[in-house]
């Protein structure tokens, strides 16, 4: 059997880059950081958002055109009431601190999930973040913000079958393509890699459906732990798997 045509925005990976266009990370272990340490989990929350610096400019670096980072899942809202101010407070710091470098290094931040949850305030300053950068071409970095992949694909149904019912689209026309352009990650490249820190092996509700044909890497190292040559590694093992996209 021939391989099967390789997925939209995958494509120039079969034609040779072994540059993952668009990487995806579940920043896991920043509790089990500051557990180690005898330190609050605060505390490996801050040390994961340098590391999400580190993360940023790695893909800067090495050419990847979008990463997408899983911040704050649907499942965070059952953590502690403290440690959901914990991590908002840090998003809205991180923003404050790093938005002007953010664009000079020529990032445009876009966001997934269903953030108007953080309140007016955070809110604004995320759709500030999003205006400022969104002319930036370098680096695409999506953050996942009270994210859940089953939700954000059942809002792309609902989305189809009300077009379907206005007359807008014909049921029977409904295809992946359509499905994927009702997603919050339409237009994005198809993701390529998509790695785990911490040991856990589990997809937790994050791109579903986009994770079809992606590359999955488990690591065992704790999220803030996780630096530029971890990246690098990630980046070297991909390049050595062979994706066939459903083919031999
Ligand atoms: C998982 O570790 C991490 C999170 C729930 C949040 C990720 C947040 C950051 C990296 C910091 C802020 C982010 C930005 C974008 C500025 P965990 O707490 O589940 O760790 P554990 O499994 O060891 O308890």
């Known amino acids: 059997m021939s391989a099967a045509p390789a997925p939209k925005g995958a494509a120039g990976l079969a034609g040779g880059s072994r540059i993952p266009r668009h ?3 579940i920043m896991d272990g920043n509790g089990r950081w500051a557990e180690k340490r005898g330190l609050p989990r ?7 958002a340098e590391a999400v610096r580190r993360a940023m400019q790695s893909a800067v670096d090495h050419g990847v055109e979008v990463l997408t980072l899983y911040a704050f899942s649907s499942e965070n809202w ?11 407070g840090l998003m809205r710091f991180y923003l404050e601190r ?16 269903d953030y108007s949850a953080f309140g007016p305030d955070l809110v604004a300053r995320l759709d500030r973040a999003i205006d400022h950068t969104a002319t930036n071409q370098r680096l695409t970095l999506v953050v996942a913000l009270n ?16 077009k379907a019912v206005a007359g ?3 049921a029977q026309m409904i295809d992946e393509d359509a499905l994927a352009g009702e997603l919050q ?26 994770a079809a044909y992606a590359e999955l890497m488990f690591v065992g190292t704790l999220w803030p732990d996780f630096a530029e040559r971890d990246f690098a590694a990630a980046l070297e093992q991909f390049a050595a798997r062979e994706r066939r996209f459903g083919g031999r």
């Open 23 to 25: 990487v995806a990370i």
């Open 42 to 48: 605060v505390a490996g929350h801050k040390a994961g």
């Open 78 to 88: 059952k953590r502690t009431s403290e440690e959901i101010a914990d991590l908002t």
């Open 98 to 113: 790093e938005l002007a470098t953010l664009h000079k290094e020529g990032v445009k931040l876009r966001l997934i999930g």
């Open 147 to 162: 994210y859940g992949s089953r939700a954000e694909i059942v809002a792309a149904a609902r989305n189809l079958a009300e």
């Open 168 to 170: 807008d689209v014909d």
């Open 185 to 210: 990650t339409r237009g994005l490249p198809e993701l390529d890699l998509l790695i785990r820190t911490s040991g856990e092996v589990r997809l937790s509700n994050f791109l579903l459906w986009q």
